[in-house]
């Protein structure tokens, strides 16, 4: 079924189509009609599996009844802060070519005064997590006695996440005359306790196959043991263009040791887990939404309520402990019928959970082999070049390749050689850029004092997290990281200055010491035309030099 089918409101129908969407999902085609043109609002219960397009299925006959009267006409119930921006966002989208519709969210974690204001902007739709919203009943700060229509988006989270009676007094405190709908993926006695309490003589609407995982997805294991799991995902993201990667966990201290051992294979990733707090957990979400990272590791509790499309990869880190978690899980992947991938790591002991995950998902989950180390050799190869040439006249281009190929003819090397050869002129010519133009960093970046060091238990990437962390700025803005015994240096552009200096004013290391951070006096000191030739043949032939190495050989001497 078409959107243009539909009864509905020509400015909603243009908004869809600016959206690219023209075909209905299963759960869309089974409400939508019903919905828009039922006068006598019938309450609907409607389970569907995640991912399916519910948010269009109740935020499009919202929008195509509201009037212009300045007050809430429709409430929207979400389980976590994220879901409910999502949720916001997506009406946002909806109603791009309406007039005069202001949706605002209410959640934990952001100030009551920020959210004071947006209410006396006479808000039409609101939506909101429970906890939240109760507190601002109990201020009496929100007026729900003219709500018309109330939305409790994933029910079942709710349940799970414990919100009960806080569902129980929301449903209480609206107004008798509204429709109710009702939605959730896993149907349970809570589900069916609340419909026969709050919703009178629903239409239900179901989408066979609550466990089955979308067809879309391209499943598969990988047998390991559980040291080589680091080294599996690095080869699998290595060989692989993803845009979007999420990985999954069981557990906290999983997510933070996934995410620290990425870290320092070069990876651009974040973690997302229940201990973290909001602030944090919005930057990261923002981040990896606007692709500021491309790796997401989450735990189940933390991913709860996270609507993000075009994820690439979905790589489950462990088998999980509730097999209905892995439909969530690989469900971020494969979205509006798009191809997605999702790979399980699957140890000795982890056997006899995964053959309890593909009964339930009714899943074929075929065998992977682990990428060898070739392949990731080639790919990485193949992408330093490709940026290596990118960056070079298409003249000297020429030049370069001229020069490799008469080096390889001249010795009698092979094509390995060739791409070494390649490459190793390219960093040279990188290298003689770098420090030509050191001198020129002073007016365009600055050099920035802060007082913590390895005595804090911080190292280069620890270090880069908790700037980006605190003043919410790229990773890639953050170069030449110091980091000594007391105190560290980094190096960002002269733009962000003003940012990452009044970011640190109120932080402090735990709870205790103020951390200091100020820009660098002697900035602009050079370095000696020896040490630059000794760092360029390091560089260029030997890689990065090992710093204790170079330790022990002067205490040799």
């Known amino acids: 079924m078409k959107f243009s089918e539909l009864n509905l409101n020509p400015f909603l129908l243009k908004a869809i189509n600016r959206l690219g969407l023209t075909t209905l999902t299963p759960i869309q085609e089974k409400v939508l009609p019903v919905s828009l043109n039922d006068l006598d609002n019938n309450d609907i219960i409607a389970q569907a599996p995640t991912g399916t397009g519910k948010t269009i299925a109740f935020g499009l006959p919202i929008l ?56 006396k902007k ?8 429970p906890g939240r919203l109760l507190d601002h009943i ?14 409790i988006d994933e029910a079942d989270e709710m349940l799970d996440m414990g919100f009960r009676d806080d569902l129980n007094n929301i449903l209480s405190s609206v107004s008798c005359h509204h429709q109710t709908l009702l939605f959730f993926a896993t149907i349970s006695k809570g589900i069916e306790e ?31 043991e559980p040291d080589d799991k680091i080294e599996i995902i690095s080869r699998i993201i290595d060989i692989n263009e993803y845009r979007l990667v999420m990985i999954f966990c069981n557990t906290k201290l999983e997510v933070d040791y996934v995410t620290s051992n990425l870290m320092q294979r070069g990876f651009l990733v974040e973690g997302l887990h229940g201990d973290m707090k909001q602030m944090q957990r919005d930057n990261v979400m923002n981040r990896f939404r606007n692709g500021n990272i491309n790796i997401l590791v989450a735990s189940d509790v933390a991913a709860r309520g ?35 991938l999702a790979i399980l790591l699957v140890t000795k002991g982890e056997t006899y959970r995964m053959k309890q995950v593909v009964n339930y998902s009714k899943s074929k ?7 060898p180390l070739e392949e990731v050799l080639k790919a990485r190869a193949k992408r330093l070049i490709s940026k290596a040439l990118d960056t070079i006249p298409p003249r000297r281009e020429e030049l370069i390749i001229e020069q490799a190929i008469e080096e390889t003819i001249k010795n009698e090397v092979d094509g390995y050689d060739l791409i070494a050869g390649l490459i190793t002129l390219k960093l040279q010519e990188n290298i003689n850029q770098s420090i030509s133009s050191e001198e020129n960093h002073s007016s365009t970046e600055s050099r920035i004092f802060i007082s913590v060091g390895k005595k804090d238990n911080y190292k280069s990437s620890t270090l880069v997290k908790l700037i980006v962390n605190i003043s919410d700025i790229n990773r890639d803005d953050i170069s030449r990281v110091d980091v000594h015994d007391s105190f560290s240096f980094f190096t960002i552009p002269s733009k962000l200055l003003n940012k990452v200096l009044t970011s640190f004013n109120e932080v402090t290391t735990d709870g205790k010491r103020k951390v200091i951070v100020e820009e660098a006096k002697d900035k602009g000191k050079k370095t000696s035309s020896k040490a630059k030739e000794v760092s360029k043949y390091d560089y260029a032939h030997h890689g990065k030099k090992d710093r204790s190495e170079s330790k022990s050989k002067k205490k040799k001497k």
């Open 122 to 129: 006479h808000p039409k739709i609101i939506v909101a997590t």
């Open 194 to 224: 609340i419909a026969n309490s709050y919703l009178n003589n629903p239409k239900r609407f179901q989408v066979e196959g609550k466990n089955e995982a979308a067809k879309t997805i391209k499943q598969f294991y990988i047998k390991c």
């Open 365 to 371: 989950i075929d065998l992977m082999a682990v990428p």
């Open 306 to 340: 996270i609507d993000i499309d075009d994820v690439d990869c979905v790589i489950n880190y462990s088998v999980p402990t509730d097999e209905e978690n892995y439909v969530h899980r690989i469900g971020r992947t494969g979205r509006a019928n798009k191809a997605g």
């Open 138 to 151: 109990r201020r009496s700060s929100i007026d729900l006695s003219h709500v018309t229509t109330l939305v």
């Open 64 to 119: 195509n009844k509201l009037t212009d009267e300045d007050f809430i006409q429709a409430l929207v119930l979400a389980p976590t802060r994220e879901l409910a921006n999502q949720i916001k966002d997506d009406l946002g989208d909806y109603a791009y070519y309406l007039s005069d519709v202001n949706v605002c969210a209410l959640y934990g974690g952001e100030d009551y005064e920020k959210q004071f204001r947006s209410l």
